[in-house]
């Protein structure tokens, strides 16, 4: 699949929850999702009786699409997930927080995870001290995340000003008034909040 060029909100009514694609619009009234609950397209409102593969397949499109993945490279995560030791599902979802792109949002850099791609891929980051413009890259412990132009931290500070009282990740630390964040430790399952049912996706492609 190519880069999705089609309204976003779409993709929150088809999962039927919200996926925090458009940043500060998915907290407000003008969110699709709270006008139109229910999915997009002619038959939306029809409804359906979902098989168990069905479930299995939304549950891993809902994971893929919160982080703003293509089929392939979801998959790639997935079979380097299988072959690292412990829980399959918590291993990919380590491997899916610990993305560049991710993690700058984790940080409040930028209001969605597209935007934050964006800021990476634009080079506007740096990792210890380097410009990195690699969004899938993985960060490590100790690495410590900062603007790499002056002119984009400014909107990086804006953005974690309005971030506010939205909580941390307790495997990151942010200095908001240097605009600087640091990993504390490797992301477990309980560091998360989120509906991802990480087994369903481990059925699917186990099936």
């Known amino acids: 699949m190519g ?14 929850e919200k996926l925090f694609l458009k940043g500060d619009k998915c907290s407000s009234a003008k969110c699709p999702l709270e006008k139109r609950s229910y999915a997009p397209g002619q038959h939306g409102k029809s409804p359906k009786r979902i098989s168990e593969y069905g479930v299995r397949l939304r549950e891993k499109q809902k994971a893929r699409r919160t982080y703003g993945l293509s089929e392939k490279q979801f998959t790639n995560y997935f079979k380097k997930a299988s072959k690292k030791s412990g829980i399959t599902g918590d291993r990919l979802l380590e491997l899916l927080e610990r993305r560049l792109d991710n993690v700058a949002y984790r940080f409040g850099f930028a209001p969605s995870r597209s935007s934050a791609r964006e800021l990476v891929s634009h080079g506007h980051l740096k990792v210890n001290g380097r410009k ?8 490590n412990v100790e690495d410590v995340i900062s603007p790499n132009r002056e002119k984009s931290m400014k909107k990086m ?4 000003e309005k971030m506010g009282e939205k909580s941390l990740p307790e495997w ?5 008034e240097k605009v600087e964040g640091k990993v504390l430790r490797l992301p477990v399952k309980e ?17």
Not at 3 to 16: D, N, Q, S
């Open 3 to 16: 880069r999705h060029t089609e309204a976003v909100c779409k993709l929150c009514r088809r999962e039927g």
């Open 132 to 139: 990195v413009n690699i969004p899938s890259y993985h960060v």
């Open 172 to 176: 990151l630390s942010l200095d908001s």
């Open 191 to 207: 560091d998360i909040s989120s509906t991802l049912q990480m087994q369903m996706i481990v059925e699917h492609y186990s099936r």
């Open 157 to 160: 500070k804006e953005n974690v």
